[in-house]
């Protein structure tokens, strides 16, 4: 595609549901990364892969947070149990990752995710 | 730990000014740096991308300055238009790992 595309847009849990966010990353792309962006903050780095090895999952703000990238193209992240804390946009970004190039890390519209 | 921060946190303007966001970064060891524009409901753009070696970028009527050495860089807009409304958001790369690290950004308001 021509951009990175997540699903869904918009999504509305009630407290305790699990949730998955689908990334579509730019063909190609080796590297792949997720942040959260609270209302009225920057993004923050929840994790990262290249290819399908997840090599910092560092930012992950607990264990009921998990990510994939099975074949190292589309990504889910996984919310189990949610709390109203996790009410954020969900950002998907990839680069090519080409050598020493500078690698611009090119992001999706992102994933509203509301927790009543 | 590396933090950035923006200032100011909102600015609002008359078309035609000149502009000046600021962002500083605690940590001199960086990799790049780069300026993301994000308007409402979307996604990040990305603006410019200075490299650790460099020390400015253009881009139009976008000017992109680094002191990494005092850990500060400037996003000079000229000639401010409506359409430049957004929120303007710094990101650092830090020296060995990739994700970035982002300020929470300066909200833009040109006004005609």
């Known amino acids: 595609g021509a951009g990175v595309s997540q699903s869904p847009r918009y999504k509305v849990a009630k407290r305790g549901q699990d949730v998955a966010l689908r990334c579509d990353p730019i063909?190609?792309?080796?590297?792949l990364f997720w942040y959260q962006q609270a209302l009225g903050q920057g993004p923050e780095f929840l994790t990262y892969?290249?290819?399908?090895?997840?090599?910092?999952k560092s930012g992950l703000p607990s264990d009921r947070f998990f990510a994939e990238r099975p074949e190292g193209s589309v990504s889910t992240l996984k919310i189990q149990r949610t709390q109203q804390e996790d009410s954020a946009v969900y950002l998907c970004?990839?680069?090519?990752?080409?050598?020493?190039?500078?690698?611009?890390?090119?992001f999706g519209p992102g994933t509203r995710l509301t927790v009543l | 730990k590396q933090e950035v921060t923006q200032i100011p946190a909102a600015l609002s303007v008359p078309e035609g000014e000149n502009l000046v966001l600021n962002c500083s970064f605690t940590?001199?060891?960086?990799?790049?740096l780069q300026w993301f524009r994000q308007d409402p409901g979307k996604g990040l753009t990305s603006l410019l991308l200075?490299?650790?070696?460099?020390r400015e970028q253009t881009s139009g009527r976008l000017n992109a300055s680094l002191d990494k050495s005092s850990g500060r860089s400037t996003l000079y807009i000229a000639a401010s238009q409506p359409g430049d409304s957004a929120t303007y958001l710094c990101?650092?790369?830090?020296?060995?790992?990739?994700?970035?690290?982002f300020g929470t950004g300066t909200r833009l308001q040109v006004f005609p």
């Open positions: 970004a990839s680069t090519e990752r080409r050598g020493a190039a500078p690698d611009t890390q090119y």
């Open positions: 063909s190609g792309h080796v590297s």
């Open positions: 892969f290249q290819n399908e090895a997840q090599l910092d």
């Open positions: 940590d001199s060891a960086i990799y790049n």
């Open positions: 200075i490299q650790s070696s460099q």
């Open positions: 990101a650092v790369r830090p020296g060995v790992v990739d994700k970035l690290i």
